[in-house]
């Protein structure tokens, strides 16, 4: 899916001119025919657009050709809201002197506010804006789903007192793969927060890198910039610290959880090996006065009252004396 914004009097408006100076190109899940599109009318380089659409891609800043990629990696819930996975997919930020392309695999919320123009303060063509934007947005989604994460955590807690199911043991185990998702592109996006930070501190004739050099020649950051990247980072730490409180929780749940099933296991099997026990005892009686041979009070009329009634006295003892062993 291929759309393109331009700010026009302060109001949001599709375009079809992809080279038109200003213009915000919104690529999810892009066919061949739209990336060559954006690479010849946007003038894109084909490797900085096609990292973005690659699973395992880590985060990172790149320049090539006086075009800058931050790539970053984003939240995402799937499935039904009772039983939803968490996930995190790559996004790429192209930013050339006239564009501003992002791109990824799947359909996420955090472009929406943008595209419906919610966010009065968003302008297609102030691009560093733009950017600090979008990884703002990605930090307060990342902190939205720690917390329900950590709700539907308790929600299943909540659930295995009382059935102790298989079913909720694995939504736990994938709540703890989510959240070791979400820790993992939390600290890569760190790293990129962190770069973009350092970038901007150092003063421009001390960049002898080139590439450092047409990074700050890109992003050209004011000082009201400068304290939105503060809270961004801010943010993502938060996210951070919550996603190991709660890995650490989750974790702790599971071997808990893990433990009592555990022990639950060994109690029935202690009560049925007891009602074994217990049951043999008048098995054993049985057995013997069931023997073709003689047998004492094989000829009394009493014989069988007097064989049920001392079977029932062992199984009296039997129970007694397991039930002082803690056995019942």
């Given at each position: 899916?291929?759309?393109?914004?331009?700010?026009?009097?302060?109001?949001?408006?599709?375009?079809?001119?992809?080279?038109?100076?200003?213009?915000?190109?919104?690529?999810?899940?892009?066919?061949?025919?739209?990336?060559?599109?954006?690479?010849?009318?946007?003038?894109?380089?084909?490797?900085?657009?096609?990292?973005?659409?690659?699973?395992?891609?880590?985060?990172?800043?790149?320049?090539?050709?006086?075009?800058?990629?931050?790539?970053?990696?984003?939240?995402?819930?799937?499935?039904?809201?009772?039983?939803?996975?968490?996930?995190?997919?790559?996004?790429?930020?192209i930013i050339?002197?006239?564009?501003?392309?992002?791109?990824?695999?799947?359909?996420?919320?955090?472009?929406?506010?943008?595209?419906?123009?919610?966010?009065?303060?968003?302008?297609?063509?102030?691009?560093?804006?733009?950017?600090?934007?979008?990884?703002?947005?990605?930090?307060?989604?990342?902190?939205?789903?720690?917390?329900?994460?950590?709700?539907?955590?308790?929600?299943?807690?909540?659930?295995?007192?009382?059935?102790?199911?298989?079913?909720?043991?694995?939504?736990?185990?994938?709540?703890?793969?989510?959240?070791?998702?979400?820790?993992?592109?939390?600290?890569?996006?760190?790293?990129?927060?962190?770069?973009?930070?350092?970038?901007?501190?150092?003063?421009?004739?001390?960049?002898?890198?080139?590439d450092t050099?047409?990074?700050?020649?890109?992003?050209?950051?004011?000082?009201?910039?400068?304290?939105?990247?503060?809270?961004?980072?801010?943010?993502n730490k938060?996210?951070?610290?919550?996603?190991?409180?709660?890995?650490?929780?989750?974790?702790?749940?599971?071997?808990?959880?893990?433990?009592?099933?555990?022990?639950?296991?060994?109690?029935?099997?202690?009560?049925?090996?007891?009602?074994?026990?217990?049951?043999?005892?008048?098995?054993?009686?049985?057995?013997?006065?069931?023997?073709?041979?003689?047998?004492?009070?094989?000829?009394?009329?009493?014989?069988?009252?007097?064989?049920?009634?001392?079977?029932?006295?062992?199984?009296?003892?039997?129970?007694?004396?397991?039930?002082?062993?803690?056995?019942?």
């Open positions: 899916m291929l759309k393109s914004y331009l700010t026009v009097n302060n109001g949001m408006t599709q375009t079809a001119n992809l080279a038109e100076k200003g213009v915000w190109i919104h690529l999810i899940s892009p066919t061949e025919a739209e990336l060559t599109q954006v690479i010849t009318e946007a003038k894109i380089n084909p490797d900085l657009l096609r990292a973005a659409l690659d699973e395992e891609e880590r985060s990172r800043i790149t320049v090539e050709d006086a075009q800058l990629l931050i790539l970053i990696n984003i939240p995402l819930s799937e499935g039904p809201d009772g039983n939803l996975l968490y996930d995190t997919v790559p996004l790429g930020m050339n002197e006239n564009t501003m392309v992002t791109v990824c695999l799947k359909e996420n919320p955090i472009f929406t506010d943008f595209e419906y123009a919610k966010d009065k303060t968003f302008h297609t063509f102030k691009r560093t804006r733009f950017v600090l934007q979008i990884l703002l947005k990605t930090a307060c989604y990342f902190l939205r789903y720690l917390k329900q994460i950590d709700r539907k955590s308790g929600e299943i807690e909540s659930q295995l007192h009382k059935s102790m199911k298989n079913e909720e043991l694995i939504k736990l185990l994938n709540l703890e793969k989510s959240l070791v998702y979400f820790t993992t592109s939390l600290r890569a996006n760190e790293i990129v927060m962190e770069k973009l930070l350092r970038l901007q501190l150092r003063p421009f004739h001390t960049a002898v890198d080139p050099a047409m990074t700050n020649q890109i992003l050209k950051m004011f000082p009201d910039d400068e304290d939105l990247l503060e809270d961004v980072i801010t943010e938060q996210a951070i610290e919550m996603a190991g409180i709660y890995s650490n929780i989750l974790s702790g749940t599971m071997d808990a959880f893990a433990s009592i099933i555990s022990n639950n296991l060994n109690i029935v099997m202690k009560f049925l090996t007891s009602v074994t026990i217990v049951m043999a005892l008048p098995t054993m009686v049985a057995s013997f006065f069931g023997m073709n041979v003689a047998v004492p009070f094989q000829h009394s009329p009493w014989a069988f009252g007097m064989t049920i009634t001392f079977s029932l006295l062992l199984v009296v003892v039997g129970v007694v004396l397991l039930r002082r062993k803690n056995m019942f």
